[in-house]
């Protein structure tokens, strides 16, 4: 099917092509004011100004949808979630008005291990039921591509289980899925003083299944105090490289222990969290290909520091956004919230953070061929606002829904 998409207010971040953006090329945002969209087969198959229409097409297709007054923007690009979890800890959310930190939550077998054990009393399609109402949700909050982790099982049958509902919604879904295999969230209790007892598991147990059966297209570790060093993130990360999985990692949400070095050292595609970083981290990361991934969500339901996005951007680091959507540390995958507060609270200028969560977000999960910008041959994942006065007034009046509607894949979310 062909659609036409005209009198667009504002047509944002056109690109010839798609490349990663860092310092000032982060605030560039380019912008087609009076455009028109051409969709062909669920992809992006021209654009230009409107007086260019009628050379550019000649003969109108029947579809026409008319946008006055809407600014078309790229669907995000989420590219770090755990969207699959069996339950809420809304419990936790009470203990920490109370006092109590993450780590003495996670402590008390609170936390993870609390969502693990969840995980695995609940059944395959469970699972999937509630991770596909949770995608729904999003598509209609305006995301278009996600990276999904497993991590909430911690056991041979659990991870699978989770990474099988993944693919499953790979499988369904009309969003742009990434899988994450994430065994290495934390330590099960059996394994508590047998770190290496749980590591063999990852090893030869886990990753030999999901290699043969496809089910991640990434790993992750969790490196922080308490949890994975950077030695054992190492030693997991080279087994998952023999199996072609590059690593996308969790890095100094809680303390700088040497994480962003060995990431970097490993190739890893991006560092995720950030929430504390040294001088010596912003300067290797802006030296490296490896993408920092910010979750101001997390930062702000945790009362963290947020992540220091001038910075980084300043340093010359090639920075995405995230929403880090899960049960414990950010409850919400709301994309238009992570943008907002990366400008309210980390100073992003806002055409700083709509790239961030488009073009380097697809970047971040390597999707970046398809999705991520208005760009030809990218899928139609579009955002269309509602008449708003301009683009700044998106992350401005933050809390409103100023979607009207999204497409995905040229057709409208509709459920
Ligand atoms: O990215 N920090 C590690 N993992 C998650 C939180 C997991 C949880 O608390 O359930 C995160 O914030
Ligand atoms: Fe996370």
């Given at each position: 099917?062909?659609?036409?998409?005209?009198?667009?207010?504002?047509?944002?971040n056109?690109?010839?092509?798609n490349?990663?953006?860092r310092?000032?090329?982060?605030?560039?945002?380019?912008v087609i004011?009076?455009?028109?969209?051409?969709i062909?087969?669920?992809?992006?198959?021209?654009?230009?100004?409107?007086?260019e229409?009628?050379?550019?097409?000649p003969?109108?297709?029947k579809?026409?949808?008319?946008?006055?007054?809407?600014?078309?923007?790229?669907?995000?690009?989420d590219?770090?979630?755990?969207?699959?979890?069996?339950?809420?800890?809304?419990?936790?959310?009470?203990?920490k008005?109370?006092?109590l930190?993450?780590?003495?939550?996670?402590?008390?077998g609170g936390?993870?291990?609390?969502?693990?054990q969840?995980?695995?009393d609940?059944?395959?399609?469970?699972l999937?039921?509630?991770?596909?109402?949770?995608?729904s949700e999003?598509?209609?909050?305006?995301?278009?591509?996600?990276?999904?982790?497993s991590?909430?099982?911690?056991?041979?049958?659990?991870?699978?289980?989770m990474?099988?509902?993944?693919?499953?919604l790979?499988?369904?879904?009309?969003l742009v899925i990434?899988?994450?295999?994430l065994?290495?969230?934390?330590?099960?209790?059996?394994?508590?003083d047998?770190?290496?007892?749980?590591?063999?598991?990852?090893?030869n147990?886990?990753?030999?299944?999901?290699?043969a059966?496809?089910?991640?297209?990434y790993?992750?570790?969790?490196?922080?105090t308490?949890?994975?060093?950077?030695?054992e993130?190492?030693a997991i990360?080279?087994?998952?490289?023999q199996y072609?999985?590059?690593?996308k990692?969790?890095?100094?949400q809680?303390?700088?222990i040497?994480?962003?070095q060995?990431?970097?050292?490993l190739?890893?595609l991006?560092?995720d969290?950030?929430?504390?970083m040294?001088?010596?981290d912003?300067a290797?990361?802006s030296?490296?290909?490896?993408?920092g991934?910010l979750?101001?969500?997390?930062?702000?339901f945790?009362r963290?520091?947020?992540?220091?996005?001038r910075?980084?951007?300043?340093?010359?680091?090639?920075?995405a956004?995230a929403?880090?959507?899960n049960?414990?540390?950010?409850?919400?995958g709301n994309m238009n919230?992570?943008?907002?507060?990366?400008?309210?609270?980390?100073?992003?200028?806002?055409?700083?953070?709509?790239?961030?969560?488009?073009?380097?977000?697809?970047?971040?999960?390597?999707v970046?061929?398809?999705?991520g910008s208005?760009?030809?041959?990218?899928?139609?994942?579009?955002i269309f606002t509602?008449?708003?006065?301009?683009?700044?007034y998106?992350?401005?009046?933050?809390?409103?829904?100023?979607?009207?509607?999204?497409?995905i894949n040229?057709?409208?979310?509709?459920?």
């Open positions: 099917m062909t659609t036409l998409i005209i009198n667009i207010k504002q047509l944002i056109v690109r010839a092509k490349e990663l953006l310092g000032n090329a982060l605030a560039e945002l380019p004011e009076n455009a028109f969209l051409l062909e087969d669920e992809v992006i198959a021209d654009y230009g100004n409107m007086y229409l009628e050379i550019k097409v003969q109108l297709p579809h026409i949808i008319k946008a006055d007054e809407q600014f078309v923007l790229p669907a995000w690009c590219s770090h979630t755990h969207l699959v979890f069996a339950g809420s800890r809304e419990n936790e959310f009470v203990d008005i109370n006092g930190s993450y780590a003495e939550i996670a402590a008390k936390g993870i291990l609390h969502s693990a969840k995980l695995n609940t059944s395959e399609d469970e999937f039921n509630l991770a596909w109402q949770r995608l999003l598509s209609k909050l305006g995301t278009g591509a996600i990276e999904i982790k991590g909430y099982g911690l056991s041979v049958a659990g991870e699978l289980k990474l099988r509902v993944i693919k499953k790979q499988e369904k879904s009309n990434k899988s994450t295999f065994g290495a969230h934390t330590f099960p209790s059996q394994f508590k047998n770190h290496q007892g749980y590591i063999d598991s990852i090893i147990e886990m990753l030999p299944v999901i290699a059966e496809k089910l991640a297209d790993i992750d570790v969790f490196c922080e308490g949890f994975f060093s950077p030695e993130m190492e990360c080279l087994a998952g490289r072609g999985l590059q690593p990692l969790h890095i100094n809680l303390n700088s040497g994480g962003v060995k990431a970097i050292e190739k890893a991006s560092v969290h950030l929430e504390t040294i001088d010596k912003i290797d990361l030296k490296s290909n490896t993408i991934t979750l101001p969500t997390a930062a702000f945790l963290m520091p947020f992540q220091p996005a910075k980084l951007i300043d340093a010359g680091c090639a920075i956004l929403s880090d959507y049960p414990g540390s950010s409850p919400s919230f992570v943008v907002a507060l990366s400008c309210i609270q980390m100073k992003m200028l806002p055409k700083e953070a709509i790239n961030a969560a488009t073009v380097n977000g697809a970047f971040a999960m390597g970046s061929n398809e999705t208005i760009c030809i041959g990218n899928k139609a994942n579009l509602k008449p708003i006065p301009s683009l700044t998106l992350p401005y009046s933050f809390g409103s829904n100023l979607i009207d509607k999204v497409m040229g057709e409208f979310v509709t459920n």
